[in-house]
């Protein structure tokens, strides 16, 4: 087994399994295992400080198995979290899993 593979099992094995860091939501209707970073979020809103004011932006970062959720999402599509809708800002594929981004604006 040469290191590629031993990532890709550690995806399922390792980063997303259900009793350590992944959490199961309802991504485009479809159910999977995700694991949510608020931390990172945080993180990225400090360095990127660019809403208006009388506007509430809610973002979310999230890493998913790139085999379950598919064709790695566009940034500006939508796509469904739980039954909200979100824009993605940010879609990174790193090795079989995907680090995606997105927000939602109310005001």
Do not use: C, W
């Not at 360095?47 to 999230?62: A, C, D, P, S, V």
């Not at 999402?73 to 680090?99: F, M, W």
């Amino acid at each position: 087994m040469d290191f590629k593979e031993m990532v890709g099992n550690d995806i399922a094995d390792v980063f997303l399994v259900l009793e350590e860091f992944g959490e199961i939501h309802k991504v485009n209707g479809l159910e999977m295992t995700i694991l949510m970073d608020g931390n990172e979020m945080i993180e990225r809103e400090k360095r990127m400080k660019n809403h208006y004011e009388g506007t509430y932006r809610k973002q979310i970062l999230f890493y998913v198995s790139a085999k379950e959720f598919g064709a790695l999402p566009a940034a500006g599509r939508e796509i469904s979290l739980d039954g909200k809708k979100y824009r993605v800002t940010d879609a990174v594929s790193e090795d079989g899993i995907y680090s995606i981004s997105a927000e939602v604006l109310r005001s």
